[in-house]
């Protein structure tokens, strides 16, 4: 019976979204308010329904209703009751009832808050933003409906894949799901730009959030990925330029790149034309993200079943809203050129520096990752681009922008000098030739590394001089400095904190790619293998039972110097309903290093396994790198020019700026 | 500067950044693409086998030996014929005799190095790769796939 109520919401939710993308688009064309009207309450309906419906499935799959084909599929009564819940989106039906929530999650906030937007734009942006509901409510009642039944009902279901069957994961698909769906709001937003005709300051000042706070979601669910992958695959790396790690990356990039080009919209009224454009970009790449994740073309853990008729209903979808709105910014883009003009030295020429690599170089991520669908479409053969690649090919491409990057935000709008900015960058230089140094000295001389090293110095130290020269550091008395300092917009914080955290971030990359030490060895118990330093003494495997998984645990004590530091038990799981072997690392994390073992198979009958031992150097500064970047993004979000009821359109520039406040 | 050579100061950059874009693309294209090959193409020696390739299959049953050192010798078939492969590591977890498997390295001699043995996430799941191979080779069975 729920899961009837469930679908029926499903299905009257894609009635209200076609209402909702129809009517107040013709009320804004005829200026008829009540047409117009319309947008909001369907937009909160909307979302209620899927509220419902989503819920519906959670109880479904809390009370193990094995009358339903997906519980079956993916749950199991023996399964922990948080992976019940995470359940609900770790497969491919409950993950599309989840983008579709957050969808219309965002519809609903724009219609509940956007009090203060023009009525036409608002009216335009919530129909579209209906509009692709339209497409996904309509792929999921005809080709993945969550709620179908299978009769007769098994009495137990087949468990969720172990590897899913993690914290990390229960909270990566929803993150990462916040930051794709969120540039919806973006892209619907450009699209009603286009309509109307019109992009100024104000809608830049409307689209700019939104974009932010997709932008924050976005960073922490593809670090969320990654860390998953860190600890739960045993391969001791994080980011694997696998296509499914691709397909959210590319996105992060466009919207990076759109997050930086809105700023010259708000500020200086130019770039808009680009930033239309980007805002299309960059949803386009999360639909073509959702369509190689969930179409099956690609092969991962990601993919949960590989149904063409998904693929290419997807695959129009994205062909539609891709095409379409290119086509209308054709037709509508030339009409929003604007008359401001900059130096190519200037902040505006430094942003749109930061624009033209962010561009160039998520075109080369997505080259690298169709070109294995294209080849073996036009009958190539098969092939395979890894890693090697997009080493050889993105890193380079960004090395120009890190280097930029700590110069632009020093300069100034509309023209610039050069020649003072970096004068006061000499701090930097020092920085940076002293980390490479150093970094020479401890590691020795791996290209990659020094340039990482250097690059994360530059940056780091580049944004502090920043910093310094806004509060006038040493210049004037420190109390002044100090008060200028509380004085800063949240919105400069946000940009230094999150300029640091990628600083930060590189460092860590740098450390875990390139100076990684890996040792792969036999030990019996008693015998100990030594790893950067660290001597590991491996003690033995035991026997244990989880819930619903057997496994072997081994431990090892690890010793520094003759000192106990940590005891590490990684586990080898067989989870029995799938019977299905997992990996589970044990790591030590370090302010210089993690510490990482694996276990493998045994060895002869002596009790000896193969144990795979890592010294991951610098990771724990990735982490807290992206974390600072998420929180750059949120106080960069939280600036009062933001806040609800801040931007204002209106003829009557003065008064405008008397509600501002 | 005047308008016009303003945007084409911004035209150049974005056309140098598309040039070196392509130029890095293509001699990584030359470098790092990894092609796939079946036990039969290798067998046939219609393949170059001087770089580095991905060798798929089924694993041979009773072929897995392991040695001393992790080392693991195992054959890949795609059940018309079959290639001996050497690999020192951890097997991923999925690893078993009688199911697919897609292996990276190189070919040294008669013998595959692999220097990657790819994890797949599914115990049902077969490789499409491997599913293709056996196809060709004329030995498929429905049903071996989920």
Redesign the interface.
Known sequence: MIAEAGHFALTLALFVAVVQSSVPLIGAERRDSLWMSVAQPAAILQFLLITFAFACLTIAFVTSDFSLTTVVRNSHTAKPLIYKISGVWGNHEGSMLLWVLILSLFGALVAMFGNNLPPGLRARALAVQAMVAVGFYLFMLLTSNPFERIIPPPANGQDL?P?LQDFGLAVHPPMLYLGYVGFSMAFSFAIAALIEGRVDAAWARWVRPWTLLAWCFLTGGIALGSWWAYYE???GGFWFWDPVENASFMPWLAGTALLHSSIVVEKRDALKGWTVFLAIVTFSLSLLGTFLVRSGVL???HAFATDPSRGVFILALLVIVTGGSLILFAWRGPGLKSDV????ISRE?GL??NN??MT??A??VL??TL?PLMLEAMGG??????A??FN??FV??MLPMLVAMAAGPMLTWKRSDLKPVLNRLWFAFFAAALMAIVAWWLQGGAVYGLIGAAIAAWLFAGTMVQLAERIHLFRVPWRESLRRLGRMPRAAWGMTIAHAGLAITIAGVTGAGVWKIES???LSPGQSATVAGYEYVFQGVKKVDGPNYRADRATFQVKKDGKDIVTLSPE?RLYVV??????EAAIYPTLWGDLYA????P?GTNGAY?T?LYFNPLVLWMWIGVMLMVLGGAFSLSDRRYRVGAPTRTSRPVEGAAAAQ | MKRKHKRLTFVLIALLLLGAATALVLSAFEESIVFFHSPSDIVSKKVPLDRRLRLGGLVEKGSVVKKANAVVTFRITDTANAIPVTYTGILPDLFREGQGVVTEGRMVGNEFKAEEVLAKHDEKYMPPEVADAIKKAGQWKGGQQK
């Open positions: 894949n590897l695959l045993g391969w092969t991962s853990v003009l900059f130096q190519p020429g749109l520096f033209l690599v160039t170089a075109a080369t080259l690298g070109y053969g098969k092939v395979s681009v890894g090697p690649f050889a090919t380079p491409l792969i060895q036999t080898k799938q019977n299905q072997p997992t990996t694996v276990i493998g198979d060895e193969v795979r």
